[in-house]
C-alpha cells in the first residue's frame, strides 16, 4: 500500500484529500505546514507527496527544493495560483506535476495514479541497468542521451534536468522524428489521459529549450510543428 503524505494548511482540504486517497487503498499521512510537512517526507518515505504552495513559514517551494537535495519522490504541487510563471518555478524546483485549486477529485486521483505509475517505470527502468541491461546510448549533434544515468550532456557538459524533463526528452528522440500532439505527450511521459489543460507541456518544452539549445529562441533539436504540436530533430545517426 502506497503511502501518500498531504500537506496543505487548509485542514478541510487535506482531510477531503484523504478520505479520497484511502477509497483508492492508499494510506496517507498529514501535514498542516512546511517544516512538517518537510520532516515527514524524509522520515515516512512516502511514495508521493501532495504540496500546497501557498503555506505561512515554509513555503511548498522551499519544501519542494529541501526535498530535492534529498529525495526523488513524485511531488504534485496543489496551488491556487494561475500564473504560469508561478508553476514553472515549482518544476524548475524539481516538483513533477501541479494541480490548480479548485480541483476536482477525479483529475487529483488521475494525476496520483499516472505519477505513482511513472515512478514504478522509472525503477524499472532503474534496475534493469544495474543489473547489465542497459539501453543504447543516443548522440544528435552536439547532445549525448544516456538512458542508463538518466543523463543528457550538451557539447560534453552535464545538463541539470529533473526526471520529467530528461523522460520527455529520452521519449521524442527516440520516436523516429514524429510529431506529438500535446494530448500525446501527457498520455506517454506524463502518464495520464488529457484533462483538460495543456499548458504543463508547453511549460516543460520552454524549460527544456533553455537547457538544451544554445539558442532557445531559435532551437534547433526541440521544435514547434504550427497548429499540431511538437517534435525532436534528430540531426545524427545514433551510435
Not at 501535514?31 to 515527514?40: N, P, Q, S
Not at 513559514?57 to 500564473?83: F, H, N, W
Not at 541539470?160 to 500525446?184: G, H, P, S
Amino acid at each position: 500500500m502506497e503511502k501518500i503524505l498531504i500537506v496543505d494548511d487548509e485542514k478541510n482540504i487535506v482531510d477531503i484529500v484523504a478520505y479520497n486517497l484511502k477509497k483508492e487503498g492508499y494510506q496517507t499521512i498529514k501535514a498542516y505546514d512546511g517544516e512538517t510537512g518537510l520532516a515527514l517526507a524524509l522520515s515516512e518515505d512516502p511514495g508521493l507527496i501532495l504540496l500546497d504552495i501557498m503555506m505561512p513559514g515554509l513555503d511548498g517551494y522551499e519544501v519542494c527544493s529541501r526535498i530535492r537535495k534529498k529525495s526523488q519522490v513524485p511531488i504534485i504541487m496543489l496551488t491556487a495560483r494561475v500564473e504560469e510563471v508561478d508553476k514553472v518555478i515549482g518544476f524548475e524546483l524539481g516538483a513533477d506535476d501541479y494541480v490548480t485549486k479548485p480541483f476536482g477529485v477525479r483529475e487529483l486521483m488521475a494525476r496520483v495514479k499516472a505519477n505513482l505509475r511513472r515512478k514504478g517505470i522509472s525503477e524499472t527502468d532503474e534496475s534493469k541497468s544495474v543489473n547489465g541491461k542497459s539501453e543504447k546510448m543516443l548522440t544528435f549533434g552536439n547532445l549525448t542521451i544516456n538512458p542508463d544515468l538518466y543523463e543528457v550532456r550538451r557539447d560534453g557538459e552535464p545538463v541539470e534536468l529533473t526526471r520529467r524533463e530528461f523522460e520527455l526528452v529520452k521519449y521524442m528522440a527516440t520516436q523516429n522524428d514524429q510529431v506529438f500532439t500535446r494530448e500525446n505527450l501527457l498520455e506517454n511521459v506524463w502518464g495520464y489521459e488529457y484533462l483538460g489543460d495543456v499548458r504543463t507541456v508547453d511549460v516543460t518544452i520552454r524549460r527544456l529549450r533553455t537547457k538544451l539549445e544554445v539558442n532557445p529562441n531559435e532551437p534547433r533539436y526541440v521544435l514547434t510543428k504550427r497548429g499540431v504540436g511538437y517534435h525532436f530533430m534528430r540531426d545524427t545517426e545514433e551510435i
